[in-house]
């Protein structure tokens, strides 16, 4: 996830960071002018075309799509938007979660237990499990072992959340049978764990439901036949001028899109992606800071 200073205008405008839109379209940019230069060298020179034929007409069609297709991409936006900061929502509960069940687990279990440390480990590994299990990736590496739990020994085809938070309910219901927690500390406990999986259920939820397909190839297809005839009707009113109106128009039309589809899926490595390697280190520091 990219940091910034939303009042720093000027590095907004003059720097080209990694994530800007710019960078994936300039190919298709410099293309567009290329074709809206060819159509205005044929309109004007070759064909020598008047502005009082019909295509000085698309003009007017254009002015009323272009309200539709503002429609469309505001909507479009918006809904990748609810996307993302869904997915920021449950990676803040998820750390609340975690740390009232460490909390809890404190002042529940007496100094020195050993369950202490077991979950002073789980927990954080948990969340780590989850950003790489919404991510598609199998990385050891990232947990801690712990008592009867080695990474190592954890088939990348099993759900790794799940997995963990079985092993954490099976030490509850240990601590449990070895009187050392109550019957009300038990459904406590069990009723913040049942939590870690409600995020990852929620979580997998906005990953695997994209926007509809049909929705969004016709946005795209919507975007490119509005751009592609902007230079058959605008010529005879702008001339030449059409080459870098139409290049811009591009440009935002396909960035709006552009930044929808990076943002729809929040828990990946993109730039503007939610950032839940920090946030699971950040587990990992406060539940042991607990414990």
């Known amino acids: 996830m990219v940091n910034y200073n939303p ?30 230069g060819i159509i205005s060298y044929l309109e004007l020179e070759v064909w020598q075309l008047s502005g009082k034929g019909g295509l000085s007409n698309l003009s007017s069609m254009h002015g009323l799509l272009g309200f539709v297709i503002s429609l469309l991409l505001v909507f479009r936006t918006n809904t990748a938007y609810d996307r993302w900061w869904e997915g920021r ?24 237990n050993p369950a202490r440390e077991f979950f002073r480990t789980m927990i954080p590994n948990y969340a780590f499990a989850l950003k790489n299990h919404l991510r598609n990736i199998y990385h050891p590496a990232d947990l801690e072992e712990a008592h009867d739990f080695e990474p190592t020994a954890v088939s990348h085809d099993i759900h790794v959340p799940n997995h963990l938070a079985a092993k954490m309910l099976q030490e509850v219901h240990t601590l449990y049978r070895q009187n050392i927690i109550s019957g009300d500390q038990l459904i406590t406990l069990n009723n913040d764990l049942n939590t870690l999986t409600n995020v990852c259920g929620a979580c997998e939820r906005i990953k695997n439901t994209p926007i509809p397909y049909s ?68 587990i990992r520091k406060h539940v042991g800071e607990i414990l």
Not at 231 to 249: A, C, N
């Open 89 to 112: 929502k449950q990676w803040g509960a998820l750390v609340n979660d975690c740390r009232n069940l460490a909390i809890k687990l404190h002042a529940i279990l007496p100094p020195g």
């Open 215 to 282: 929705y969004s190839a016709f946005i795209k297809k919507f975007i490119f036949i509005y751009v592609m005839t902007l230079p058959f009707g605008y010529v005879f009113s702008v001339g030449y001028y059409i080459i870098p109106m139409s290049v811009f128009i591009f440009y935002v039309l396909a960035s709006l899109e552009l930044i929808a589809e990076e943002i729809e899926d929040p828990f990946g490595r993109d730039a503007n992606d939610l950032p839940t390697e920090t946030i699971s280190k950040n």
């Open 7 to 36: 009042k720093d205008w000027f590095t907004f405008i003059f720097r080209i960071h990694k994530s800007d839109t710019i960078e994936k379209l300039w190919p298709m940019l410099i293309s567009m002018a290329i074709y809206s």
